[in-house]
């Protein structure tokens, strides 16, 4: 709890230099400094990504990521976190993925929710997704998995209502999750490993 107190205020500390600077400085240049900033300071604290493995650069407000990361999700989150930062305008993702993972997207909700929030939802949707490829009996699937606050809305196709019962669970059961909006449709033709 301590440490996460002393990240928030280190994140607050730095977001009001930088809005300062960024304030007082306006070219594109300085823009790009501040959006490369911010990226590189988010990818440090979330436990997800190595921000050492990921290189951020800004041109014109377009976001190029370059480097490795561990699975599909990571890649993903690195980019989603990007398209969420204020002032950028589109993301060139080209981190390579070091070790395999099925292949998976998340999704921005596209409402009004602060940069944190956006992250805080990302972060839960790409440990939702973990836990549904980690498991044998739902990773299959063709689950999309979409988190607003703490709400995690679940749909797709699954074969049975165990398997889709099992998706909610592993959804429950992750991080700070409160609720699960089971939309998932039972089809008996879609199989699963």
Do not use: W
């Not at 911010?38 to 990504?49: D, G, Q, V």
């Amino acid at each position: 709890m301590r440490k996460q107190l002393s990240i928030c205020a280190l994140l607050a500390t730095m977001s009001l230099v930088a809005s300062q600077a960024f304030a007082a400085d306006s070219s594109q240049p300085a823009k790009d400094a501040f959006i490369t900033g911010k990226l590189e300071a988010t990818y440090t604290f979330n436990r997800h990504l190595s921000a050492s493995a990921i290189h951020t650069e800004t041109t014109n407000g377009v976001v190029h990521l370059t480097g490795t990361v561990d699975s599909d999700i990571d890649r993903d989150l690195a980019g989603q976190i990007a398209k969420g930062a204020q002032g950028v305008t589109s993301v060139k993702n080209d981190l390579v993925v070091k070790s395999g993972s099925s292949q998976a997207s998340t999704k921005s909700s596209g409402s009004g929710e602060t940069f944190g929030q956006y992250v805080d939802d990302a972060t839960t949707t790409a440990m939702v997704k973990s836990k549904l490829l980690a498991d044998p009996n739902v990773k299959g699937l063709k689950i999309s998995v979409e988190t607003t606050g703490d709400v995690v809305t679940l749909t797709g196709k699954v074969g049975s209502a165990e398997q889709k019962q099992l998706a909610e669970k592993l959804a429950k059961n992750t991080g700070d999750v409160k609720s699960v909006k089971n939309q998932l449709v039972i089809d008996k033709s879609v199989g699963g490993s």
